[in-house]
């Protein structure tokens, strides 16, 4: 379980949990989200939160681990566009530590 600054305070937080970062790989829902010029903002949040719908909408199978991200991070209360500028730097660091540790068939 990850914890992720969701204010510019410090004052509120929110969980993310490893399948939640699985999630958001599966779909590539950080796959050209954020524009050239980097910036976060409530206009990036809301084209996350299309995205997710359009996905939802579209998926014929089970995809209730991306419903479950929808109430678990991506519309909660705390979610405002900073805190998704901290899910997007622990997701890259995720991603990383994924890449470098070895995984049980690799080591076989």
């Known amino acids: 379980m990850y914890s992720i ?3 510019a305070s410090g004052t509120r937080s929110m ?3 490893e399948v939640n970062l699985q999630t958001i790989r599966k779909y590539s ?3 050209h989200l954020i ?4 910036i976060v903002d409530e206009s990036v949040l809301d084209k996350l ?3 997710v719908r359009s996905l939802i909408a579209s998926d014929e199978q089970n995809c209730k681990d991306l419903l479950d991200l929808c109430i678990d991070v991506i519309y ?7 805190g998704l500028h901290q899910l997007v730097l622990l997701y890259i660091r995720w991603e990383r530590e994924q890449q470098e540790s070895p995984t049980l068939t690799e080591a076989e």
């Not at 524009?35 to 980097?38: E, L």
């Not at 909660?76 to 900073?82: D, G, P, V």
């Open 49 to 51: 939160k299309l995205n």
């Open 15 to 17: 969980e993310i949990s």
């Open 35 to 38: 524009d050239s010029n980097g």
């Open 76 to 82: 909660h209360n705390n979610m405002k566009a900073f």
């Open 29 to 31: 829902l950080f796959q």
């Open 5 to 7: 600054q969701t204010n």
